[in-house]
């Protein structure tokens, strides 16, 4: 796969929107990528588990609940390698993981995101593997906003790896 099949795809998708939005941080930007239209997309989830199968290694593979579910989902059916969700917080009811299916100390985990932004939750999502005596050190992103996530990550040991950066997909629009 090209970086260039995946931006068709998620403009085909109509995931890029132009205007005025309100980021999940409180920002504001004048463009919004909809991971719920790229999440929802075979086309795109099949090209996105092809990448991020390139890129992981004999790790568990994690996904940030909710959003990252289906990409992690996908990942793992296409590489057979087993995942975990990471939730923000524990639930309140029924077992109250914060870390739902099968993890054991000092399992080597790569985090797979939609879009990283500030690039909190996904810290947040690697300090509750960590917490749970997993081996984190690197997060693979769809769409890396270049807004600081990169940076954020790093200053946790913590490599940020994207598929794209929101300069690739805003490109020639």
Do not use: W
């Amino acid at each position: 796969m090209t970086n260039q099949e995946l931006i068709a795809a998620l403009r085909d998708a109509e995931a890029v929107k132009f205007g005025e939005f309100e980021l999940s941080h409180g920002g504001t930007s004048d463009y919004y990528i909809d991971k719920y239209l790229f999440e929802t997309d075979p086309r795109c989830l099949s090209l996105i588990a092809d990448a991020f199968a390139e890129r992981v290694g004999d790790e568990t593979l994690a996904g940030v609940a909710l959003g990252a579910v289906p990409l992690v989902a996908v990942t793992s059916a296409e590489t057979g390698r087993p995942y975990v969700i990471a939730r923000k917080q524990a639930k309140e009811y029924g077992t109250g993981n914060r870390i739902e299916g099968r993890l054991s100390e000092g399992d080597h985990v790569v985090v797979l995101e939609d879009i990283a932004t500030t690039g909190q939750s996904a810290l947040d999502a690697v300090e509750a593997l960590r917490e749970a005596g997993a081996v984190v050190d690197r997060v693979i992103v769809v769409v890396d906003r270049d807004e600081g996530a990169s940076e954020l990550l790093a200053e946790h040991d913590i490599e940020l790896e994207a598929l794209l950066t929101a300069s690739d997909l805003l490109a020639d629009r």
